[in-house]
């Protein structure tokens, strides 16, 4: 490899370990999606629904796949990579990412509508519903998480001028500080049904 080369790619790597905060977050949506799954499997089973789980659910995706993660990515990571990466970043971002997060608040939405559905007048039919929109959610986040780790967020990485960069990591780091206490609540509710769907089934 040519010296530039390498050492574009050693920077990339350096920089990499920057942005593990978003692909550790990955890991706890992962998680929480995996939850998801088997409390749907579970439904599929016994044609019920645990109502507060997916209150539960439907709150932690809210709270912290959305607004503490996707929004952060939006305003921190993918508002610089739209003004500055030209075609490539407005196709990854505007027309794949930010269509995504959209995608996945319309199908908590329908959960939602769903479950309250369910409440009125719980049938078998309710229950279906349920399991397809927490389904459609749960592919779409893993499509989507293995899509920002392999492409996007590599990317994002090496192309970025350095004082931008920069920028984006300070004002993550801002905001993980700001909102401690909100995410370690969250985390202990993912790691609460992550332990009853999942771990306890294994
Ligand atoms: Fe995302
Ligand atoms: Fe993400």
Known sequence: ????????????????????????????????????????????????????????????????????????????????????????????????????????????RSLEEALDAYEINPTGKGVLQIIGHAMEYANLLRRHVDKENRVVFPFAVRELPGDVYEKVLKNMNGFQTENQTLIQEKLKQICYLHQKYVESQE
């Open 1 to 108: 490899m040519a010296v530039g080369g390498y050492i574009r790619k050693k920077k990339g790597v350096e920089r990499m370990k920057n942005i593990d905060l978003l692909v550790e977050e990955h890991d706890c949506i992962l998680k929480l999606v995996e939850s998801i799954e088997e409390a749907a499997f579970q439904m599929y089973e016994i044609h019920q629904v645990p109502v507060e789980d997916l209150r539960l659910i439907i709150d932690c995706i809210r709270t912290y796949a959305d607004n503490l993660h996707h929004q952060k990515e939006e305003r921190m990571l993918f508002e610089p990579m739209l003004e500055i990466l030209g075609d490539v970043g407005e196709k990854l971002v505007r027309y794949g990412m930010n269509v995504e997060h959209d995608l996945a608040r319309f199908y908590v």
